[in-house]
């Protein structure tokens, strides 16, 4: 029997146990939609595509599972960029479905025509434009292998309108085979053993664990690891919560924001074990002065990024997991009590804090301290981009991989409360809270709409201070105290904002009002909140590395 | 910056070019040469790369070609016994009184005389990319009215160890 193309589509999606799809229709997809209106799997209508695929990224951090994505041609598919972009940078697994116009007419200027294989090259991990209906059902199969396996990312499938009007037979294919696409999964062994030897030798060495570890679920192995060795672990922003930030041995985050100890042990250590992280500029600062005396083990599953900002000087390719699953078989504990001596005094003498008097505006750092004692560090952490996000980052401690949800690589102001939405559906068993600042929740606010009607209980937490507050700490630091644009009180009256959509609105403007507000919106269940927390106006983030310093330049506090 | 010449075995699809270039592109490197073409093998294509660049840059740029999925294999030829070959065709001034000295360094060079005209001669060259050089250099004094080059190709010279 023979099937049209759309269906096609949806007999695939079917097949992968798609559960949830994000997206909205346009012209050239409606035979596509046609499909799904029947389909066994949810569909949430977003508000702008830009939401849909945050909201699909969202969803595949928090469950592991690939997010899929359905938008039309044209502007349809060029609202898509910035989600795509931000998963490939944090290389999240997406699997993004465009209407692309008929056959005929592409290359002729036709109405919603773009390239839309050309524009996504560079930002998606594979692309493919369907020519012959007969390939659909194989490339949507390779899209999804592909977006999910080896170092992840985003797949886009440009579907012309006459391939979902077509008709063929359907077959599934069982299996892929790429030429050119084979992650390799296991280790060497030899180097495996050349990084243990070194390891145990070292007597000052630091673990540097990024996103890699959350993505191949390797936090177990992970915690294994220090169990057996005693080695310290810091974590990047996209890696926190694969080691507890409440053990003893967590340094917490390092890089521009990162902890003192963090960024010192890293800077005096002898080996630094880099597993699933990138060396990112946001990390390392000045490259220069980045870990002068130390060695190097990488282990990433993607062999571009190693020796990519750094020399390493024991590459393992391989997946996390594996790796130190065959470390742990083997590993001795280095001897470094003095070493650990060392950093705990740093801990002691430079805990990250700010300054409360208790009086005058709300301290946003305050808030996220609160936000993590009321839920008992137990929710899923969106966050937007800015000072909003380093707070998160900061102040609540995360002991749980997946549970900080936060767009790294790209700084994508906007991605948190799509993001949060999609967390939320992949996760209904916890809370999701999107910390947010008053300039990045109103680039992509219209979603309130899906999560009041998807009866979705994300909180979003706005430390609204009224200005786009990192670029504002950056001018106030380094440019002289210009505030040019970045001041944004004149705002819009959040609580009014979440009622006229529909869901409930708080507003806090004293300290002690923080606690009961936070308790009551974990209490609403069946829509989301926004609490509007007036907090301090020019608070800054510390400490600070600036952008290309090393870790001597570290701000820690406001010169008086 | 050392000039480096990189093959890179592809999936015979649309957009491959358009992705392996993009990668240099997209760091602002300008290729020098590219040749594309079919191989020994149905659906399997090659390309010759011709470029010049900082020695980190473009082994990252190695890196990230092999991470594309249409890309089978990347090998560097930059500094392994090849056999390199590309074609010029040259046309140049080229007044009755100078034509036998043309013809003579053609026939060193074993060059086709493409086509003459009153004023002109137009010659076909191939051979080792020096080679080319040399004798574009060599006819550059006659005064070149128009030239192009195919860009390179270049394959592995079988040696003890190959299989």
């Avoid at chain 1, 799809?21 to 702008?48: C, D, E, T």
């Avoid at chain 1, 559906?425 to 219209?446: F, H, T, Y």
């Avoid at chain 2, 040399?134 to 390179?152: A, C, D, Q, S, V």
């Amino acid at each position: 029997m023979k099937i049209s193309g759309a269906e096609i589509i949806v007999e695939c999606l079917k097949k992968e146990n798609v559960e949830v799809m994000f997206g909205y229709p346009g012209g050239v997809v409606i035979p596509i939609f046609h499909q799904i209106f029947n389909a066994p799997f949810k569909f949430i209508l977003s508000r702008h595509e830009q939401g849909a695929v945050h909201a699909a990224d969202g969803y595949a951090r928090a469950s592991g599972k690939p997010g899929v994505v359905l938008a039309t041609s044209g502007p349809g598919a060029t609202n898509l960029v910035t989600g795509i972009a931000t998963a490939y940078m944090d290389s999240v697994p997406l699997v993004v479905f465009t209407g692309q116009v008929h056959s005929a007419m592409i290359g002729n200027d036709a109405f919603q025509e773009v390239d839309v294989t050309g524009i996504t090259r560079p930002i998606s991990k594979h692309n493919y434009l369907v020519q012959d209906i007969n390939d659909l059902s194989r490339i949507i199969k390779e899209s999804f292998y592909i977006a999910s396996t080896g170092r992840p990312g985003p797949v886009v499938i440009d579907v012309p309108v006459d391939i979902s009007n077509g008709f063929t037979r359907f077959h599934y294919p069982e299996s892929v085979n790429i030429k050119g696409y084979k992650p390799v999964y296991e280790g060497h062994s030899g180097q495996i053993e050349k990084a243990c030897g070194l390891i145990e030798s070292s007597s000052r060495p630091v673990i540097y664990s990024g996103g890699g570890v959350i993505i191949s679920n390797a936090s177990e192995e992970l915690r294994t690891f220090v169990k057996k060795t005693g080695i310290p672990v810091t974590t990047t922003l996209l890696g926190m919560g694969a080691y507890p930030e409440t053990d003893s041995l967590s340094l917490e985050m390092l890089g521009m924001h990162g902890t003192y100890y963090a960024n010192r042990a890293m800077h005096e250590s002898d080996l630094v074990i880099a597993i699933g992280a990138r060396f990112d500029d946001r990390v390392t600062g000045k490259i220069d002065t980045f870990i002068p005396n130390a060695k190097v083990i990488h282990i990433d599953i993607d062999p571009a990024s190693v020796s990519k900002n750094v020399l390493v000087d024991i590459p393992i390719v391989g997946d996390c997991k594996k790796v130190l699953g065959e470390m742990n078989k083997i590993i001795q504990p280095p001897r470094i009590t003095e070493w650990i001596d060392k950093i705990n005094q740093w801990k002691k003498d430079h805990p990250l804090s700010y300054e409360d008097s208790g009086k005058g505006r709300i301290k946003p750092q305050y808030i996220v301290e609160e936000i993590y004692r009321q839920t008992g560090g137990e929710a899923i952490i969106c966050t937007e981009v800015g000072q909003n996000q380093m707070w998160a980052a900061q102040f609540y401690k995360f002991t749980e991989p997946r549970s900080f949800i936060s767009s790294g690589g790209l700084g994508t102001m906007g991605y948190g409360f799509p993001a949060a939405i999609g967390a939320q559906l992949a996760r209904p068993d916890k809370r999701v809270i999107d910390i947010a600042g008053d300039g990045s929740i109103q680039m992509n606010i219209q979603e309130l709409i899906v999560a009041v009607q998807h009866r979705i209980p994300v909180i979003i937490a706005i430390l609204n201070n009224g200005f786009l507050g990192m670029v504002r700490q950056w001018q106030q630091l380094f440019y002289d105290k210009r505030y040019s644009h970045t001041c944004i009180n004149f705002a819009p009256d959040f609580v009014k904002l979440a009622e006229a959509y529909g869901a409930a609105g708080i507003s806090v403007k004293e300290r002690n009002e923080v606690i009961p507000a936070i308790k009551k919106a974990l209490e609403i269940t069946d829509r989301p909140i926004i609490i509007d927390f007036h907090v301090a106006r020019e608070e800054n983030v510390y400490p600070m590395v600036p952008a290309g310093k090393s870790v001597k330049d570290t701000i820690m506090r406001d010169l008086a | 910056m050392k000039q480096y010449v990189i093959s890179v075995k592809v999936e015979n699809k649309f957009g491959v070019l358009a992705r392996v270039a993009g990668l240099f592109s997209a760091r602002g490197y300008n290729i020098d040469s590219l040749t594309v073409s079919t191989t020994e093998q149905d659906n399997i294509s090659i390309m010759t790369i011709v470029v010049k660049g900082d020695d980190r840059v473009i082994e990252q740029v190695k890196k990230q070609l092999n991470k594309l999925i249409d890309v089978i294999k990347v090998t560097d030829h930059s500094d392994i016994p090849t056999v390199q070959m590309e074609i010029v065709i040259i046309k140049i001034s080229a007044p009755q009184s100078k034509r036998a000295e043309i013809f003579q360094l053609g026939e060193i060079f074993r060059a086709d005389i493409a086509d003459i005209s009153a004023k002109s001669i137009t010659l076909g060259v191939k051979g080792e990319p020096e080679k080319i050089d040399n004798f574009i250099e060599l006819l550059r004094p006659y005064g070149i009215k128009e030239l192009m080059r195919t860009g390179r190709v270049s394959m592995v010279k079988e040696t003890k160890d190959s299989k």
